[in-house]
């Protein structure tokens, strides 16, 4: 998710996407003041490396967009600006707010295993926020920063009681309309990769660093896609150091990862659009679709997900995330359009697929658009990468199935469908892992 400069409550109930349930605020805690509709107070933010040089700047930078501010590069650069060469983990440390220590430990002990490219990824950043009361992550282009949700974080009881207890201010915006847009990442036989962030006392009240890092790893490729989109980085190192990191960004628009794949690929489809700006952003409903008519239009248009139709900077992001979760953990992504629930207590199974697909990334319109935004991020020639992704086969999720069961109904190594017989009922440890209802 990203938040762009001039950011109000107000204008944030337009510029945001869903992940969590429905319902208002359920937290142990009365007091709303600490989000209000997903702007967080950060009120407690420390510094996680207490003998860092940017202990002071970063704290202040963190805030500074409340005041319809900007950080400027004479108080606090990128870290690219000043490091020409690979970042160490240290040098992500040294930048990290915190309102609690455990999520400073929990989250540099992913970073501390991240290979070199990914670590690269996060040189277009002045600062990285972890507190108790951002619901949900975001970027925000005033700091040049990342603020992450600690549900991502927590790996016990403890820690999952330090954070505020609040649901995603956006989770009605898909009630008005005739279809859910659903997306997974899966092993190529149907296994999950990532873990719940919801705590569950019967069946998810623990976690290792194993268990956070596939979420935890999207998350970060989500975010920091948006951070490389607006700073390109090749371009980090001649920043203006007169300017604020927002005037520095306006400067670059030419340069912009998503201004470059709209001149080459831009999206088709006007109806998707349409749809994405009340699915995700809460435009008033004027036209809805069937999840068949939805999927009809979207299978062939080039997006990695539907919330690409939602902006061109989500666009660039989920084609960014694609890869690098293929990448990182060989693992696919099934994206479908379902039926909406029809009552207040439903299951998974109760979203009925009207269109689905697994592999997406290996779409024929999909791949040129996700290896151009990959290989601008990255700098580097994916060729190779990209000639296996297009050599694999995406497959459709079984139409009339139920999205949990659909999860294994399609596999092998190619992700060729295998013969197909009656649906059999998933039995799994299901509530341990992540059903991404809606995108983040």
């Keep these: 998710m990203i938040k762009n400069k001039g950011i109000s409550t107000c204008a944030v109930l337009i510029a945001a996407v869903l992940m969590s349930g429905c319902g208002g605020d359920s937290g142990k805690s009365g007091d709303k003041r600490l989000n209000r509709d997903g702007d967080p107070l950060l009120a407690n933010l420390q510094p996680y490396v207490k003998t860092s040089p940017f202990a002071q700047t970063a704290k202040d930078c963190a805030v500074i967009y409340k005041t319809n501010q900007s950080c400027h590069l004479q108080d606090i650069a990128p870290m690219g600006y000043d490091i020409q060469g690979d970042l160490t983990p240290d040098d992500i440390a040294r930048r990290l707010m915190v309102s609690h220590a455990w999520m400073g430990d929990s989250f540099m002990a992913v970073v501390r295993d991240l290979p070199q490219d990914a670590l690269n990824l996060f040189k277009p950043l002045n600062v990285i926020v972890l507190s108790l009361d951002v619901r949900p992550s975001f970027y925000h282009r005033y700091t040049a920063g990342i603020y992450i949700d600690p549900r991502y974080l927590w790996r016990n009881e403890q820690e999952w009681n330090d954070i505020y207890q609040q649901d995603d201010y956006r989770s009605g915006f898909a009630d008005a309309l005739s279809f859910l847009a659903l997306q997974r990442y899966v092993h190529p036989n149907g296994d999950y990769v990532t873990y719940s962030n919801q705590f569950d006392p019967d069946y998810n009240n623990w976690r290792t660093q194993s268990e956070i890092a596939p979420g935890l790893f999207r998350l970060l490729a989500h975010e920091l896609a948006h951070a490389n989109d607006f700073l390109p980085p090749d371009q980090v190192q001649f920043l203006d150091a007169s300017r604020s990191v927002e005037e520095n960004i306006a400067r670059l628009e030419?340069?912009?990862?998503?201004?470059?794949l709209k001149s080459t690929y831009a999206l088709k489809s006007s109806d998707l659009k349409l749809m994405a700006d009340s699915y995700f952003g809460g435009a008033a409903v004027t036209k809805t679709m069937s999840p068949e008519q939805a999927g009809a239009s979207f299978e062939f248009d080039g997006a990695a997900d539907f919330y690409?139709?939602?902006?061109?900077?989500?666009?660039?992001?989920?084609?960014?995330?694609?890869y690098m979760m293929w990448r990182e953990y060989e693992v696919v992504s099934d994206v479908a359009f379902t039926s909406s629930p029809t009552v207040a207590e439903y299951s998974c199974d109760d979203l009925i697929i009207g269109w689905g697909q697994r592999n997406r990334l290996a779409q024929a319109d999909v791949v040129p658009r996700a290896r151009q935004v990959a290989e601008a991020i990255l700098q580097q020639d994916l060729t190779a990468e990209f000639t296996v992704i297009q050599e694999s086969i995406p497959v459709e999720l079984p139409y009339g199935y139920g999205w949990c069961q659909a999860r294994t109904a399609v596999m092998s190594a190619r992700f060729q469908r295998f013969e197909q017989v009656a649906p059999v009922p998933v039995q799994d440890h299901s509530k341990r892992y992540l059903e991404e209802m809606l995108r983040h």
């Excluded at 030419?254 to 470059?260: F, G, K, L, P, R």
């Excluded at 690409?308 to 694609?322: C, I, K, P």
Aim: proline residues 0%; charged residues 20%.
């Design 254 to 260: 030419s340069d912009w990862v998503q201004n470059s």
């Design 308 to 322: 690409g139709y939602y902006t061109s900077a989500e666009d660039v992001a989920m084609l960014f995330e694609a």
